[in-house]
């Protein structure tokens, strides 16, 4: 069984910075494409980050492009998300989510492709 735990969230002000954490266990032999998808209240859940195992190759979705950051960790399959410039659309419940299909890159921005997902952060920017 494979677990993600999620880290970092908080109450921050507009402007100011927030990092997450994801660390996936269970399987240790096992490496995944991993991202960040939010859900607002009241919205759906949408894609927000994704890095590939193999190469490195960062995704962004447009509304957070040069104001987010995700990146691997020094661990093994763990990975974060660098949030800066934070604004008040950006509050929403911040899940991480894992996809063993390491070479399913044209999907990698597509919610369905991930097969394990954490429990979520909440990340609340006040104005």
């Known amino acids: 069984q494979v677990q993600l735990v999620e880290s970092g969230g908080g109450l921050v002000q507009a402007g100011r910075s927030l990092r997450l954490s994801c660390a996936a266990s269970g399987r240790t032999f096992q490496v995944y494409n991993m991202a960040w998808f939010r859900q607002a209240p009241g919205k759906d859940r949408e894609f927000v980050a994704a890095?590939?195992?193999?190469?490195?190759?960062?995704f962004y979705t447009d509304s957070v492009k040069g104001r987010f950051t995700i990146s691997k960790g020094d661990a093994k399959n763990t990975f974060h998300l660098q949030m800066n410039s934070l604004r008040p659309d950006d509050t929403a419940i911040y899940y991480c989510a894992a996809d063993p299909k390491i070479w399913a890159v044209a999907t990698i921005t597509t919610l369905n492709a991930y097969e394990y997902w954490g429990q979520g952060t909440q990340v609340t920017v006040s104005s």
């Open positions: 890095i590939t195992w193999n190469s490195g190759a960062t």
